[in-house]
């Protein structure tokens, strides 16, 4: 199994990755979670069994068929083994706190960082465990409370975290840029609608920063969410128009993919995704799609591939005319989760 997944992904061919979450009728109604491994081109799917949804998932720099997935608030962690398509571990943290949805590999392979949430006072840490042993090693702040995605840049020098902040009155959401090495802030950058959290951001080849987000903690799903862009060099400002786009994006914007300067992003209570221009910080268009979840772009970064629906549909969007591409609906992918992981891509960085 493991050859015919490695060649087709080196082949070029998309092998598309998410958590799924279903019922067993079989099994007493019972709530089933797996990770689905979606072959694109063949719209086949294959599942390995976990025990909660997986969030975000890293790839192992040194193997490419060694995967950690974590779970968004929660205790669930695990290690994967694509050659097998099984759970080889799961991984702990301690009692007092919870993993809070993603992970990421040092750019060498050996260490392992996680966002991970205190239970009683929600300070964040990057938690850093030993690659190989998956051990607790040491830990630095995140700079913030609840923190969400993590990601590095700068060639291993920088991780850029989104904290995604307490209640109304309590602390602010930021997007913090820590020196891994000094394990010291270099900066912070703020939303400027402070109805919203930080929760999910990709950074351009530019530098330009996008920021998806939530409703605060404790506004409730009837509040929108909302999108918020930098551009390379300028001010981080929260979208505030047009109006109408803006209060659609009920109970939060969830995902997002970026192609040099296009930012698409879902919106699954607003059956909607919108598309955005980074550096001109400009609304460009939007697609009605039920539910939309996940994004993420294909290997030749010729279209967008978007999870959507109440049967895990997936579907594909052309990235230079921003339509729906007719003939390209796959049903029943188990891709429920929040995001896909395009493997083909991920493993192209390491070879």
Not at 4 to 26: H, N, P, R, V, W
Not at 46 to 60: C, M, S, T
Not at 90 to 101: D, H, L, S, W
Request: proline residues 4%; contains cysteine; aromatic residues 6%.
């Amino acid at each position: 199994m493991t050859n015919q997944l490695l060649q087709t992904a080196e082949k070029g061919y998309d092998i598309i990755l998410g958590g799924g979450q279903f019922m067993d009728l079989s099994r007493s109604d019972t709530t089933q979670y797996a990770l689905s491994v979606f072959d694109l081109s063949l719209r086949m799917h294959q599942l390995v069994p976990l025990d909660f949804l997986a969030h975000g998932i890293a790839v192992d720099p040194r193997n490419p068929e060694r995967l950690v997935m974590c779970e968004k608030i929660g205790p669930g962690a695990a290690e994967v083994d694509l050659a097998t398509l099984s759970l080889v571990r799961n991984i702990p943290t301690v009692e007092a706190r919870y993993f809070y949805g993603h992970c990421a590999f040092s750019n060498d392979g050996s260490l392992l960082y996680a966002t991970e949430t205190y239970l009683d006072s929600k300070q964040g840490v990057i938690v850093i465990r030993d690659a190989d042993s998956l051990e607790v090693i040491g830990e630095f702040p995140s700079f913030g409370d609840s923190p969400h995605e993590c990601r590095i840049i700068d060639d291993g020098k920088t991780m850029v975290v989104t904290n995604g902040g307490g209640m109304l009155e309590g602390s602010s959401p930021n997007v913090a840029y820590i020196d891994i090495e000094s394990r010291t802030l270099v900066r912070q950058e703020s939303l400027t609608n402070r109805m919203l959290n930080a929760g999910h951001f990709m950074v351009a080849d530019d530098a330009s920063l996008i920021v998806v987000s939530a409703p605060r903690a404790g506004l409730g799903i009837d509040n929108p969410g909302g999108v918020s862009i930098q551009p390379g060099g300028k001010k981080m400002k929260s979208i505030t128009s047009p109006k109408k786009i803006v209060a659609g994006m009920q109970g939060e914007a969830l995902s997002v993919a970026v192609l040099r300067d296009i930012a698409l992003v879902t919106h699954p209570g607003g059956n909607m995704l919108t598309f955005w221009s980074l550096s001109e910080r400009r609304f460009i268009r939007k697609v009605d799609l039920p539910g939309p979840r996940g994004v993420a772009l294909t290997d030749d970064q010729r279209h967008f591939v978007v999870s959507f629906g109440g049967d895990a549909s997936v579907v594909q969007i052309d990235a230079e005319s921003l339509e729906i591409v007719e003939g390209t609906l796959s049903q029943g992918s188990f891709l429920t989760g929040s995001h896909l992981h395009n493997w083909t891509t991920l493993i192209g960085r390491h070879h």
